[in-house]
């Protein structure tokens, strides 16, 4: 497998560098990018596996959130925001824009390797398609087919992110079962998450606003209140 590369962004040159040198030391290829413009170039050539954002443009007149949506808008490669600003409202309004996961900082090294890891982890099986059997899943007219990596709904392709396939998928498999919060999180984002339920909330309505005829009535992805969700495989 050829080296994984990651993208990191923002102009802290002591917090890049950092970050750096600990993903150096453990094999990764990583580059640096002190503003939006150099982001989207070097984007453009090395296509990262990996983007890790600071949103906290301090020196720059750069608009964080904007570059995380124009990431979004030219890659599927899982994008990790880090920021001091741990609100609610702004985690929400980062990933809603295309981020997978935000960390609030400062944060220890080893939390932060740990998000790098669950977010390659992801992409890698999103690439190298992990998923093997039943490589075709039907729910009347969505359409799933995981050899492909493509979704379809009235044959029309339903574009997904890697982190929205992973949990469409996920749910499918598990049919009519009700899928705790934690369970969930765990599945998708890795053993280190569980309470993070802003994220489910987030990526499940990007979800339904694609496959759901009414994303505020939805038939495919329902709420089991205060527990998780369920994929109905048929109309109730």
């Known amino acids: ?17 950092t970050l750096r040198r600990n993903l150096v030391s453990r094999g990764y290829e990583v580059m640096i990018a002190f ?56 985690k929400i309004q980062a990933l809603d824009i ?21 977010s390659l982890r992801r992409w890698l099986e999103y690439k190298g398609d992990g998923i093997i059997a039943n490589p075709l899943i039907m729910f009347r007219e969505l359409f799933i087919d995981t050899k492909a990596l493509q979704v379809s709904k009235h044959g029309e392709p339903v574009r997904l992110t890697p982190t929205e396939y992973e949990l ?20 998708i984002w890795g053993n280190e998450y569980g309470e993070e339920r802003e994220y489910l909330r987030v990526f499940i309505s990007q979800i339904r ?4 005829d009414d994303p505020l009535s939805p038939s495919y992805i329902l709420t089991v209140p205060g527990v998780g969700y369920r994929f109905a495989s048929d109309l109730l």
């Open 209 to 212: 606003r694609k496959i759901e």
């Open 1 to 17: 497998m050829s080296q994984i590369e990651i993208l990191l962004i923002g102009d802290e040159p002591n917090i890049l560098r």
């Open 168 to 187: 469409i998928v996920y749910l499918a498999r598990r049919s009519d079962k009700v899928i705790t919060h934690r369970e969930l999180l765990k599945a």
């Open 35 to 90: 503003d939006d413009s150099e982001a989207y170039e070097m984007t453009s050539k090395i296509q990262p596996d990996l983007f890790v954002l600071n949103l906290d443009f301090t020196i720059s007149n750069v608009d964080g959130l904007s570059v995380c949506a124009n990431l979004r808008k030219i890659s599927k490669a899982p994008i990790i925001v880090l920021s001091s600003a741990g609100r609610e409202k702004i």
């Open 98 to 118: 295309g981020a997978d996961d935000y960390l609030v900082m400062p944060a220890s090294m080893e939390e932060f390797l740990a998000r790098v890891r669950s």
